[in-house]
C-alpha cells in the first residue's frame, strides 16, 4: 500500500460541498485508476489513465470531475454530491507496458455525503 | 456483465484448515486474478493466472482456471488468523487488459 497513497484517508461532506481526492503513486506506472466501493456491491471502476490520457469513463456522473496532472498524480474533485456517493473511494496503479498486469491500490478514501 | 461473482459471500473456519473459494465469470478473459482486502483498506493483488493456464502456486495460494466453466478457484492452505480478510476475484478485458470488474468478494473469517 505504501506505493499508492491517498488523501485525505476520511472525508464528510455536505450535498453542496466541493472537495478533492488526492491519489499519488510512487511506483513509476503509467496508468492510473478511480475505483468505488460500496457495501454489498461489486467494486466499480470509475474513470481510467493512460499517459495521463483519460481512456476510460464508466458512465459515470458529471458531479464526479477527475484529473491526472502528470503519471503520478490522479484527483477526483467532488461537488454537489448524494449521499448515495457515500462509499470508499480506491486508487490504483498498474504498469501498462506489459498486457494485463496487477494493479497496486492504495488505502482509499472513506466519503460520507451528509 | 462480465463481473466476476465469488462464492461463498462469507466463510468461516479453523485455523489450520483449508479455505476454498470459487469465482464465475461471464465473457471470454484475458486473465484473472485474486486479490486481498483487509477491512476498510486497499486491494492486494496476491496471484494473476493468464487464460492459457489452469493452475498456479504461489506460497499457501493454490489457484485453478477452468476457461470451459468459466469458474477460478483459490485455496489458501494451513489458513492462519492473519489470512481473515475479503478476498476478490477480478476479470481482466478491453484492448489493453487493464479494465477488470470485480466481485462482490467472500468474506473469510479464520478463528484462531
Known amino acids: 500500500e505504501t506505493g499508492v497513497t491517498q488523501t485525505p484517508r476520511h472525508l464528510v461532506m455536505g450535498m453542496t460541498n466541493k472537495k478533492s481526492l488526492k491519489c499519488e503513486q510512487h511506483?513509476?506506472?503509467?496508468?492510473m485508476y478511480w475505483y468505488k466501493q460500496s457495501a454489498k456491491k461489486p467494486l466499480e471502476l470509475m474513470f481510467v489513465?493512460?499517459?495521463?490520457?483519460?481512456?476510460e469513463n464508466n458512465s459515470v456522473p458529471s458531479r464526479f470531475s477527475p484529473e491526472c496532472p502528470n503519471s503520478s498524480h490522479l484527483f477526483l474533485h467532488l461537488h454537489t454530491l448524494q449521499p448515495e456517493d457515500s462509499a470508499l473511494y480506491l486508487c490504483a496503479s498498474s504498469d501498462d507496458s506489459g498486457f494485463s498486469v496487477e494493479q497496486y491500490f492504495g488505502p482509499g478514501t472513506r466519503l460520507t455525503v451528509t | 456483465s462480465q463481473q466476476g461473482e465469488e462464492d461463498p459471500q462469507a466463510l468461516s473456519i479453523q485455523e489450520g484448515e483449508n479455505a476454498t473459494m470459487n469465482c464465475s465469470y461471464k465473457?471470454?478473459?484475458?486473465?484473472l486474478q485474486w486479490y486481498r482486502q483487509n477491512s476498510g483498506r486497499g486491494l492486494v493483488h496476491l496471484i494473476l493466472?493468464?487464460?492459457?493456464?489452469r493452475e498456479k502456486h504461489s506460497g499457501r495460494l493454490r489457484v485453478t482456471l477452468d476457461t470451459s466453466k468459466k469458474s477460478s478457484s483459490l485455496l489458501i492452505t494451513a489458513s492462519r488468523a492473519a489470512d481473515t480478510a475479503s478476498y476478490f476475484c477480478?476479470?481482466?478485458?478491453?484492448?489493453?487488459?487493464?479494465?477488470?470488474?470485480f466481485g462482490t468478494g467472500t468474506s473469510l473469517t479464520v478463528i484462531p
Open positions: 477480478a476479470t481482466a478485458y478491453g484492448f489493453t487488459g487493464n479494465q477488470f470488474y
Open positions: 511506483l513509476g506506472h503509467n496508468a
Open positions: 489513465y493512460n499517459f495521463k490520457e483519460q481512456t
Open positions: 493466472i493468464r487464460s492459457n493456464e
Open positions: 465473457t471470454s478473459i484475458n486473465n
